[in-house]
C-alpha cells in the first residue's frame, strides 16, 4: 500500500539521520570523559579505544530508543506541516492506523534494543569493570611512565624509573621518594626488579642508598646497600563478593531475588518497554497545529522521553531500596504511559468532536 511504503521509507531515513547525529554527539562526549579517566590514572591509556567501545555500546539501547522517537516525531511532524496529514485523514484513515506502518519499521529495532538490554548490556559492563580493576591491581612501578617523575593516586610515592627494554619487570636507575607520617625517605639504586614471593610483589633494588629524614626531631640517616627490598604490593585475602548487578546475565537476575537484582532487572526490561512506548507516544505527539507554526510539539515530546527515563531509572532506584515491589513498579509506570499513549491517539482522532465544546466555552469564559 502506498501508505505503509511512504511513511515506512520517511521513518527509516529520519531514524538514520537522527541515529547519526546523536551517535557522533555521544562519542565526542564519552571520547572526553574516557580520556579524563586515563589523565587521572583510572584506566590504562592504551585502552581508551576500548573502553570507549564498551561505554558506547553500552549507551547504544538509550540512543536507538531516543533516535527512534525523534524519527516518529519530526517526520510525522514534518507531514502535519505540508498537510500531507490532512490527505491521509480525508481518506478515512485514524491515527490509530499509523501503528501499524510504525512497529513494521522498527520491529528489528526493537529485537536490536532487546538484545543489547538482556546481552550486550552485562557484558559490556563485565568487561569494562575487569579492565578498571586489573589496571588498579598492577603495582607502582609496573604504572608509571619510563622517564616521567609519576606520583602514585594516594600521593605517598613519587616514581622515577627507566624500563629496561628486555625485561618488563626490571628497571634501571630507579627513584622512589615515599612519605609516612613525618618521616620522607628518598630511595634510589642503579637497578630495580619486581619478584613475587608468596602472593606479594616485592622490588628488589640494587646498587643503591636510602635516605631518610623525620621532620620532627629533625634527623637524617644516609645507609648505602648492595642489595635491597620494598613491598610495593601486599598480598590480599580475596573475599568472595557478588558481582556488581549491572555485570550479572539477565538469566541469572531472573533468578535472584535480591532487591538490587530485582532493581536491575527492572530497568532493563523496563528500557524495552520504554522503547515500545516511546514509539506509541511519538505519533499521538507529533501533532501540529497548523494555524500556530511552532515547534511547541518538539518541547512537549522532548519533556516527556526527559521524564519517561527518569522515572524508569527511578523505579530501578525504589526496587534495589525495597520501596516497592518488582511488578507493581514494572506495571506501574508503562502500563500507565501504554495507557496514555493509547489515549493520546484517541483524543487526536476524536479532536473534532469535542472543538464545539471548547468553543462554547471559551466563549462563555468570554
Same mark, same amino acid.
Do not use: C
Given at each position: 500500500?502506498?501508505?505503509?511504503?511512504?511513511?515506512?521509507?520517511?521513518?527509516?531515513?529520519?531514524?538514520? $539521520? %537522527?541515529?547519526? #547525529? *546523536?551517535? %557522533?554527539?555521544?562519542?565526542?562526549?564519552?571520547?572526553?570523559?574516557?580520556?579524563?579517566?586515563?589523565?587521572?590514572? /583510572?584506566?590504562?591509556?592504551?585502552?581508551?579505544?576500548?573502553?570507549?567501545?564498551?561505554? %558506547? *555500546?553500552?549507551?547504544?539501547?538509550?540512543? =536507538?530508543? #531516543?533516535?527512534?522517537?525523534?524519527?516518529?516525531?519530526?517526520?510525522?511532524?514534518?507531514?502535519?506541516?505540508?498537510?500531507?496529514?490532512?490527505?491521509?485523514?480525508?481518506?478515512?484513515?485514524?491515527?490509530? @492506523?499509523?501503528?501499524?506502518?510504525?512497529?513494521? %519499521?522498527f520491529w528489528p529495532v526493537l529485537l536490536v534494543v532487546a538484545a543489547l538490554l538482556a546481552f550486550g548490556w552485562p557484558w559490556v559492563n563485565r568487561q569494562g569493570t575487569e579492565l578498571r580493576d586489573r589496571y588498579t591491581q598492577r603495582s607502582d612501578l609496573s604504572r608509571i611512565t619510563p622517564g616521567v617523575f609519576q606520583t602514585t593516586p594516594d600521593g605517598r610515592r613519587v616514581f622515577f624509573v627507566e624500563r629496561d627494554p628486555g625485561d618488563e619487570l626490571a628497571a634501571?636507575?630507579?627513584?622512589?621518594?615515599?612519605?609516612?607520617?613525618?618521616?620522607?625517605?628518598?630511595?634510589?639504586?642503579?637497578?630495580? @626488579?619486581?619478584?613475587?614471593?608468596?602472593?606479594?610483589?616485592?622490588?628488589?633494588?640494587? @646498587?643503591?642508598?636510602?635516605?631518610?629524614?623525620?621532620? @620532627?626531631?629533625?634527623?637524617?640517616?644516609?645507609?648505602?646497600?648492595?642489595?635491597?627490598?620494598?613491598?610495593?604490593?601486599?598480598?590480599? =585475602?580475596?573475599?568472595?563478593? $557478588?558481582?556488581?548487578?549491572?555485570? #550479572?546475565?539477565?538469566?541469572?537476575?531472573?533468578?535472584?531475588?535480591?532487591?538490587?537484582?530485582?532493581?536491575?532487572?527492572?530497568?532493563?526490561?523496563?528500557?524495552?518497554?520504554?522503547?515500545?512506548? *516511546?514509539?506509541?507516544?511519538?505519533?499521538?505527539?507529533?501533532?501540529?497545529? *497548523?494555524?500556530?507554526?511552532?515547534?511547541?510539539?518538539? #518541547?512537549?515530546?522532548? /519533556?516527556?522521553?526527559?521524564?519517561?527515563?527518569?522515572?524508569?531509572?527511578?523505579?530501578?532506584?525504589?526496587?534495589?531500596?525495597?520501596?516497592?515491589?518488582?511488578?507493581?513498579?514494572?506495571?506501574?509506570? +508503562?502500563?500507565?504511559?501504554?495507557?496514555?499513549?493509547?489515549?493520546?491517539?484517541?483524543?487526536?482522532? +476524536?479532536? $473534532?468532536?469535542?472543538?464545539?465544546?471548547?468553543?462554547?466555552?471559551?466563549?462563555?469564559?468570554?
Amino acid at each position: 500500500m502506498l501508505f505503509d511504503a511512504t511513511l515506512r521509507r520517511d521513518l527509516a531515513r529520519g531514524f538514520g $539521520a %537522527t541515529l547519526v #547525529v *546523536l551517535l %557522533t554527539i555521544v562519542l565526542t562526549m564519552l571520547l572526553v570523559r574516557t580520556l579524563s579517566l586515563a589523565a587521572s590514572d /583510572l584506566i590504562e591509556p592504551r585502552d581508551v579505544v576500548l573502553v570507549l567501545g564498551y561505554t %558506547t *555500546l553500552g549507551y547504544s539501547p538509550i540512543i =536507538i530508543a #531516543v533516535s527512534m522517537f525523534a524519527a516518529i516525531v519530526v517526520t510525522l511532524g514534518r507531514m502535519y506541516r505540508d498537510s500531507e496529514m490532512v490527505v491521509w485523514f480525508a481518506s478515512g484513515l485514524p491515527l490509530a @492506523r499509523f501503528v501499524r506502518p510504525v512497529l513494521r %519499521t522498527f520491529w528489528p529495532v526493537l529485537l536490536v534494543v532487546a538484545a543489547l538490554l538482556a546481552f550486550g548490556w552485562p557484558w559490556v559492563n563485565r568487561q569494562g569493570t575487569e579492565l578498571r580493576d586489573r589496571y588498579t591491581q598492577r603495582s607502582d612501578l609496573s604504572r608509571i611512565t619510563p622517564g616521567v617523575f609519576q606520583t602514585t593516586p594516594d600521593g605517598r610515592r613519587v616514581f622515577f624509573v627507566e624500563r629496561d627494554p628486555g625485561d618488563e619487570l626490571a628497571a634501571r636507575n630507579v627513584f622512589v621518594l615515599s612519605r609516612k607520617d613525618e618521616t620522607e625517605t628518598v630511595l634510589s639504586a642503579f637497578a630495580g @626488579r619486581i619478584e613475587s614471593r608468596d602472593g606479594q610483589r616485592v622490588l628488589r633494588l640494587e @646498587r643503591g642508598q636510602r635516605s631518610d629524614h623525620d621532620a @620532627r626531631t629533625g634527623q637524617a640517616t644516609l645507609a648505602r646497600f648492595d642489595d635491597y627490598e620494598v613491598l610495593v604490593q601486599p598480598g590480599r =585475602i580475596r573475599r568472595a563478593q $557478588a558481582p556488581p548487578p549491572r555485570t #550479572v546475565p539477565t538469566a541469572e537476575l531472573l533468578r535472584d531475588p535480591a532487591p538490587a537484582a530485582q532493581g536491575e532487572l527492572v530497568w532493563r526490561i523496563g528500557l524495552f518497554a520504554t522503547t515500545v512506548n *516511546l514509539a506509541l507516544l511519538g505519533i499521538g505527539l507529533a501533532h501540529v497545529n *497548523l494555524r500556530r507554526p511552532n515547534n511547541w510539539n518538539l #518541547v512537549f515530546a522532548l /519533556l516527556a522521553g526527559i521524564v519517561y527515563f527518569n522515572l524508569v531509572n527511578l523505579t530501578q532506584t525504589w526496587v534495589a531500596g525495597s520501596r516497592v515491589g518488582f511488578w507493581p513498579a514494572l506495571a506501574g509506570l +508503562h502500563l500507565s504511559a501504554f495507557g496514555l499513549a493509547l489515549l493520546l491517539m484517541w483524543w487526536r482522532d +476524536h479532536a $473534532a468532536v469535542f472543538a464545539p465544546w471548547r468553543r462554547a466555552a471559551a466563549g462563555a469564559g468570554a
